[in-house]
Structures are given as C-alpha cells and as structure tokens.
C-alpha cells in the first residue's frame, strides 16, 4: 500500500537507473535494425508477461468457485442447486464493483508515474475506506434483498435452510471481500502485477484447499464452506496490506 511521502517508489529507482545508463547510438545491443528488433522483441516479452499475470489475476477466484461447485455437488444434487443460487446472487455483486480494482489501479498507477507520492498515499486510504463502506452497503443490501433472492431462485426445500445460512455467510464476508479488491488494486497500480497475481493465486489455492477439507474431508456444511473462502479472502487481504 502506500506510505506518504516515505514510501515505497517503483519508478524512481528505474528512472535514476535509467538516466544513469541511456543506451547511446550503436550500444552493445546494435545499432540500426538490429536494434530495433531488440526492443520490439523485448516490448512483446514484456507485453507477454504482463498478460500473463494478469490472466492469473482474473481466474484465480472462478477457478476456485469451478472446483466448489464441483466438490459440492459430488455431496448431492440439491446443495449444488443452492450452492449456485447462492453463489450467483452474491457474485452479481462482485461484478457491478469490479471498478474497485479497475479504477483504482489507474489511478494509483497515474499518480506513481508522475511520483505523485503524496497523492499515491491519499488514494490507497481513500480506495480502502471506499471498498470497506461500499462492502458494507452491499452486505446491507444483499440481507434486505435475502428474501426476494429466495423466492426467486426456488430452492429446493429440503436445502433451504442451509441455503439461507451459506447467503448469510457470503452476505456478511463482502466487506472482507471488496476490501480485498481495492488491495489488488492498490498492488497493480504500484506496478507490482506479478506480487497481485500471486496472492490472488494463493487466496484461489487456499479457498480450494478449504474446500475439499471441510467439504469431502471434514463432511461440512456450505454454512462451513463459505466460512472457508472468507477465511482465504481474509488471508489474501491481510498479505496484500502487508506487502
């Protein structure tokens, strides 16, 4: 995250080292098409290994959601038909502020590049205090909306009661969730893409991991289930905050 005026600053050590060693006419990469070939090769590595990582970025937590499903409906057929209600509703919510990580890494990624540390600093708190208030909103929203949601999806009913502790669950864990967002956010527009993508694989590894230990394990509920991936979004929070 960012820490005011002290902080940490990706782009001036690569600037100072860049001044220091501008490549000259003719350098040792070759002068002419030589050259030129280099660095584009170079740009598309470089193109290549940022897709990458932002592809690690985006399917980690709908690989994870792919193996729940899976693992839960290996258990019977209802929990998986409440499993999805569930876990539809709640996303719908993690797709409309998808802008949390969107706007805030151009954001935080515009003012680094101008080593605008000041205001790097002003946007993680204000990214992270929005991301806390929007998440409790949406818990807010998603409790007034349970019984709509219910009645909607036509959950079977020897699994409603399960259902509706999972909602709960999930209801309760967005504050966690959205403040988790803003963090990678946060990470991206530091220009630290890779170290992103890496705790959101980790926090998709753990909430697998929960998964088939409380499930096929430990023979939990979806109320435990749910307990799981809070706890691996919680963890991944906590790792980006750190770092």
Known sequence: GGGGQGGCRPGRARGAAGAGMAPRAGGA???GAGGERWARETAWGRVGALSLQGLALNAA????LLVQAAVVGRQSGALLAAYAAVTSAVSLVGVVFNFLSDGITAKVSEAVGRQQWRRVA?????SLSAALGLGLLCSAALLGLEHAVFLAVLVPAEVEAAARQFYLVRAFSMPVVLLQMASSGVLSGYQYLGLAS????ARGLLDILGTVTVVLGLGGSLVDLGLASLVASAAALAAALLA
């Open 198 to 201: 890496g705790i959101n694989v």
């Open 61 to 64: 937590v709908p690989a994870a």
């Open 29 to 31: 990469r070759g002068g």
């Open 122 to 126: 002003q946007l993680t708190r204000w």
